[in-house]
């Protein structure tokens, strides 16, 4: 296949283009610099000059492409979110335009802290109700948007990403907390650490798109996570044993001075979204190392050496 994928520079949709290529497609992804053109020419991608804005770029693209993976996604915090939507939105109908009727897919990406966590701490399937705490709920505005293109016969999918994708020494998270405990020279965790979230490896992630691409149906919505029960303790201690910090547990207005009000509304957001429907329908089989093992001896070992220094310097 032909495929353009959007975020092909980032974290994530450079791994999905590294595995697109491996599998024998021709990839053409978006890129907003001379580096990111660089680094795709680097993976055997061809880069397309464009921002999320260059409509003209993303429809022409996309009448050319056989599948589309829309990974790109402003970041901004500071940004107004209501523009972030709005490029979205206007982004996802140029991208899907010219995939009306043609059966060609449409795979976008959202997270799945948009699903209300199960009151009883048990797994969430994708038709749970919309959370309501999430830090970023709204971004379901993004997502739906993108599900309506399906109204207009465009074979349009979503990919649920967990708060935590790991691996390749990346990610954003994983990374902050990381960060924070070397700078603090303590790594915390709130109240008694049981709160459980979910998790991928990135090169599961990547895999979950290429199989979306492949055989999603119209509408559909998929969790990407590879694990539902890593508790936030256990995360604190991986992170403290690797920094050589010691771990403790915090109230959460502590967390708030240590970490601030967004990433520790983020962290204490409990999720567990199970990954039983890409695995029954995509054929999806997550197989990467788990995000524990990587921290302690696996992809973060440069990260840590690093860090190690901050922390003896503080
Ligand atoms: N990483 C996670 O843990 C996680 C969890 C849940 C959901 N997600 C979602 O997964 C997707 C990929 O995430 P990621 O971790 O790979 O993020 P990332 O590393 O920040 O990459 C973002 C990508 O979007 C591109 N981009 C941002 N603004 C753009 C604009 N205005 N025009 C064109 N391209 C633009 C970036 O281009 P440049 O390289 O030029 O900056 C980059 O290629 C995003 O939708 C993200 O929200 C990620």
Redesign the pocket.
């Known amino acids: 296949m032909r495929i353009f994928v959007?975020?092909?520079?980032?974290?994530?949709?450079r791994v999905v283009t590294e595995r697109a290529i491996a599998q024998g497609h021709d990839v053409y992804g978006?890129?907003?610099?001379e580096d990111?053109d660089a680094m795709l020419r680097a993976l055997g991608a061809t880069p397309v000059r464009?921002?999320?804005?260059s409509l003209d770029v993303l429809r022409q693209e996309s009448a050319q492409a056989d599948a589309v993976l829309h990974?790109?996604?402003?970041?901004d915090w500071a940004m107004d979110y209501e523009k972030i939507l709005r490029?979205d939105a206007d982004a996802v109908d140029a991208l899907g335009d010219p995939l009306r009727g043609t059966g060609k897919a449409l795979v976008t990406?959202s997270?799945s802290g948009l699903a209300a966590a199960d009151p009883d701490g048990g797994e969430t399937s994708e038709d749970a109700p919309p959370s309501q705490t999430a830090v970023l709920k709204d971004r379901i505005r993004s997502e739906r948007h993108a599900l309506s293109l399906s109204d207009d016969r465009v074979r349009v999918s979503v990919i649920r990403?967990?708060?935590?994708?790991y691996g390749r020494g990346g990610?954003?998270?994983l990374p902050l907390l990381m960060q924070k405990a070397a700078e603090n020279g303590e790594s915390i965790y709130a109240d008694d650490g049981s709160l459980r979230t979910s998790d991928v490896h990135v090169d599961d992630a990547a895999e979950l798109f290429l199989l979306a691409a492949q055989k999603a149906k119209a509408g559909e919505v998929f969790n990407g996570t590879g694990s539902t029960s890593l508790t936030l303790k256990a995360m604190a201690e991986a992170i403290g044993a690797v920094l050589q910090v010691p771990v403790r547990s915090v109230s959460r207005e502590e967390a708030e001075t240590k970490w601030g009000e967004f990433l520790t509304a983020f962290v204490q957001d409990p999720n567990r979204a199970a990954n039983r429907k890409a695995v029954e329908q995509l054929g999806w089989q997550p197989k990467g190392v788990d995000m524990l093992t990587d921290i302690k001896s696996g992809s973060y070992q440069a990260m840590v050496a690093k860090l190690r220094q901050v922390s003896k310097v503080e």
């Open positions: 959007t975020g092909a520079t980032g974290y994530i949709g978006l890129s907003r610099r990111g464009g921002e999320l804005t990974l790109a996604y402003i970041h490029v990406t997270g990403l967990p708060p935590y994708v990610s954003y998270f």
